[in-house]
């Protein structure tokens, strides 16, 4: 992958180029930024730009064979990290090098993918992936070994917030002292969970989300007529991948708004109606039923959708992205219903749900006790 590839970013473009150039490569990175805007692209273009000769990058030619090595992710010098699971494919102690021919496949066909994208790819959906002490030992040794090619060897560890804490400490020595001519690009969208040992070792490169006009360019040249690439780029909020996924009718949003329109309708009537309340339960046993990645990523739309409700009740429709595509139902006429006197609540019972999911906690009773809790606040009245 080239830089020429990348989706905006123009800035962090020029300092990788120009570093690169002057031979000052910092050893450790970690790119942080959120889903969709192309911090797992720009880690593949970085790594080709410093393995291969730059000229030929430069000269937008594929004819040499590093370039192409590198275009198809099969180059010996580029190693990558990212979370896996136990599955068919590896029965015990999987590690990455296990889902190598998917990975390419992912990179090829989603680079600007997200975590769900990558477990569904997979068949892992159901699990909770992970960069274990196991991987951190495979990284170690393959890192050991000396440069196929005799230049620079560079590990990509795509979302790197996984790694559990076992595996980071492992990692801490090599991040700190890597073998000569080896670099190390951390990715993660939420830095605050890497351990702080970890993020003091890096250079850190911040990413912002995408703006609307080049999401909305992009997907013109894709051939979408420009009113609904203007409308699917403002929605998607300078999140390319979530623009594709609208655009393909694929998104997981569009199964989240069913599942929260109801838990919201059936949370309005069960204030002392028992036929409600029993809808709830229903409601919470359907969604337990996913698997907990599935869980988080509606928690967090969820929270979204609170977000936005607040700034449409204060009057604030320009920071307004979201759109719930059900007939019947109106964000506007919702919004009043969050406000100052239970967002923070409803807020923390989302927040701690997530927290509680991740923990391996029964999520029956986790969204029971949310959606009981969701009653109570939505019938609390603004001042």
Not at 91 to 114: C, I, M, T
Not at 133 to 152: M, T
Not at 219 to 225: A, I, S
Not at 315 to 340: C, M, Q
Request: proline content about 5%.
């Amino acid at each position: 992958m080239r830089f020429a590839d990348i989706l905006g970013q123009e800035h962090i473009k020029n300092h990788l180029i120009t570093t690169a150039k002057r031979g000052r490569i910092p050893h450790a990175q970690l790119f942080v930024g959120p889903e969709g805007c192309g911090t797992l692209p720009m880690a593949l273009a970085y790594a080709q730009f410093v393995i291969c000769n730059p000229s030929e990058e430069e000269h937008d030619t594929e004819a040499t064979p590093c370039i192409h090595k590198c275009s198809t992710f099969t180059h010996p010098d580029i190693h990558f990290a990212y979370p896996v699971s136990n599955s068919d494919k590896a029965k015990r102690h999987a590690v990455s090098s296990n889902y190598l021919q998917d990975w390419r496949e992912f990179l090829k066909q989603q680079p600007y993918g997200n975590l769900f994208d990558w477990y569904r790819l997979i068949g892992i959906e159901r699990k909770q992936g992970q960069i274990g002490v196991d991987e951190a030992q495979d990284i170690a040794k393959k890192l050991a070994l000396k440069s196929y090619e005799g230049g620079y060897k560079i590990l990509v560890l795509w979302m790197a917030e996984k790694m559990n804490t076992p595996a980071a400490n492992k990692l801490l020595k090599l991040i700190e002292e890597p073998p000569e001519k080896t670099v190390l690009v951390l990715i993660a969208e939420d830095e605050e969970q890497l351990i702080p040992t970890i993020r003091s070792r890096c250079q850190i490169l911040h990413f912002p989300p995408l703006p609307e006009t080049i999401i909305a360019q992009q997907l013109q040249e894709k051939g979408v007529p420009s009113s609904k690439a203007n409308q699917l780029a403002h929605e998607a909020n300078g999140n390319y991948n979530k623009a594709l996924d609208l655009l393909k009718g694929d998104s997981e949003d569009l199964i989240f708004e069913k599942w929260f329109v109801q838990w919201v309708r059936s949370a309005f009537k069960a204030k002392g109606n028992k036929a409600a309340v029993h809808e709830l339960i229903l409601w919470s046993e359907e969604v337990a039923k996913t698997g907990r990645e599935v869980q988080k990523k509606f928690l967090r739309y969820c929270l979204g959708i609170i977000r936005q409700a607040v700034l449409l009740n204060y009057n604030i429709p320009t920071l307004v992205y979201s759109k719930i595509h059900l007939e019947g139902f109106d964000l506007k006429r919702f919004a009043p219903f969050v406000h100052e006197n239970n967002v923070l609540e409803i807020t923390e019972g989302l927040e701690n749900a997530i927290l509680h999911v991740e923990r391996n906690g029964n999520s029956r009773i986790i969204f029971t006790d949310l959606s009981i809790k969701l009653t109570r606040l939505l019938h609390v009245k603004a001042t």
